[in-house]
């Protein structure tokens, strides 16, 4: 049988990765998709770089608008992220018949339904596992492993970058900048790591991961955001004492009254897997019905590890090219006339645990007023205790866990204690999640 011919788009970290990956495994990879694929052009932006990369083993153009229509391409590789050229690119490479491939999860956070909705009308495949936590198959087990189970919630660490730096903050006292520096260097963090550092790029996986998971149009609108660049090393510190460690995560989790979708910093307790995962590594927690707490763990970015990725979205297109469209996955894991939009939950409505830093003077009734107002407000204290003031200091930290509070209430207590005259600076205040 004839190869399956792919055009790529965009030969950076992840386009040389799978050029290589896919050369070093063809044997392989044609033994399991049944025909060969091979790569018969790449657009770039710099011809003259890319052609010093590759050689004359595959026609490179600066011309994407052409490569997404050429009649040789069967399937579209889009690696070039961002929004703007790579929807345009994308929806043309559909409109002319082209099953696609891509790692870009801004692209499907923002535009997803659109280019889900073209995909469905034209009859062909748009593949995304690469998208999200780069090579864990997260995508395939989520729409294929776990489809007899009704997905409860689930829980990420899905960017690397952060992961690694709240690492070296923890384990050598590295600041947060030394630590952002050396991801970058590593090839970890996004061209605009503001991506990374303010959660916009957890919150673009996790709300392809939430529609996945639940049956819902992708809504990253819905979700909210917070990242770390405002964590303390001594939140850090005391989290640990607390026996908790401190991780980035995106969570969403089907309630009664909605769908959550957060990505902030979160207290995990230290003894789950999920609060061991250091490094650039990725990890998803996914709880169903009926298998229970699964756990998915590998490298989130890299060249060959995300390569791995589009390599077995490029097998699954190939050996699905030939089925009728109905008979395939459907690109958001549900029939496309059965994803039910939902109410997606205000942070304010969330009820979780948490974790609160009160900077107060040392004095008596400073700890009474503040327990009167968090019962006022039904939160529960569930540990607690003061940081000694150093010598001849008269201010000192009280540092408290509580039991699940609903946000709303959360946010009117701390106004009131941080309106208290013994309370010297605004509250620090971090989620905390049992992943229980
Ligand atoms: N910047 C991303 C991360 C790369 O740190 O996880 C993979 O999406």
């Not at 386009?15 to 052009?41: F, K, M």
């Not at 919150?203 to 660049?229: N, Q, T």
């Not at 974790?355 to 009734?365: A, E, T």
């Amino acid at each position: 049988m004839k190869p399956l011919r792919v055009g790529l788009l965009g030969l950076g970290t992840v386009g040389r990765g799978t050029v290589d990956v896919l050369r070093r495994n063809q044997e392989e990879i044609r033994r399991r998709a049944g025909r060969g694929i091979e790569i018969v052009a790449a657009a770039v932006r710099d011809v003259g770089r890319a052609r010093a990369w590759v050689g004359d083993a595959i026609p490179v153009t600066d011309r994407p608008q052409d490569l997404v229509r050429a009649p040789d391409v069967d399937i579209v590789v889009e690696l070039i992220g961002g929004c703007e050229p790579a929807r345009e690119l994308v929806l043309d490479a559909i409109a002319h018949d082209k099953h696609v491939v891509t790692a870009n999860k801004a692209l499907l956070a923002h535009h997803g339904n659109e280019i889900f909705a073209a995909a469905q009308k034209m009859g062909v495949m748009v593949a995304f596992e690469a998208a999200v936590a780069g090579g864990i198959p997260i995508i395939k087990a989520l729409r294929e492993g776990l489809t007899g189970n009704r997905i409860e919630w689930l829980a990420g660490i899905i960017n690397g970058t952060s992961n690694f730096i709240l690492s070296r903050m923890r384990d050598t006292g590295a600041s947060f900048d030394d630590a952002l520096r050396e991801a970058q260097q590593l090839g970890y963090a996004e061209a605009d790591p503001s991506f990374d550092i303010h959660g916009t790029d957890a919150a673009h996986k996790l709300s392809i991961l939430s529609a996945i998971a639940f049956g819902v149009p992708i809504r990253f609108d819905a979700a909210h955001v917070e990242g770390i660049a405002d964590l303390a090393a001594a939140d850090i510190r005391y989290a640990e004492q607390l026996g908790y460690r401190v991780k980035l995560l995106g969570i969403t989790r089907r309630t009664p009254a909605g769908i959550e979708l957060r990505v902030h910093p979160t207290l995990v307790p230290a003894k789950r897997l999920v609060a061991n995962v250091e490094g650039a590594m990725n990890a998803v927690v996914v709880k169903g019905d009926a298998v229970g707490a699964t756990l998915y763990y590998g490298a989130g970015a890299g060249a060959e590890p995300t390569a791995s990725a589009v390599v077995a979205d490029l097998v699954d297109v190939t050996r699905l090219h030939t089925a009728d469209p109905e008979d395939r996955v459907p690109h958001l894991a549900f029939q496309p006339d059965a994803l039910v939009p939902q109410p997606w939950l205000s942070i304010e409505d969330t009820v979780t645990s948490y974790y609160f830093r009160i900077l107060v003077s040392d004095r008596p009734g400073v700890l009474a007023d503040i327990a009167r107002i968090l019962a006022d407000f039904r939160i529960s204290i569930d540990a607690m205790f003061q940081r000694e003031p150093a010598e001849g200091e008269n201010r000192t930290e009280i540092i408290m866990l509580t039991h699940e509070a609903r946000e709303r209430d959360v946010n009117e207590a701390l106004r009131r204690i941080e309106a208290l005259d013994t309370v010297l600076a605004p509250v620090i205040r971090i989620r905390q999640e049992s992943l229980s």
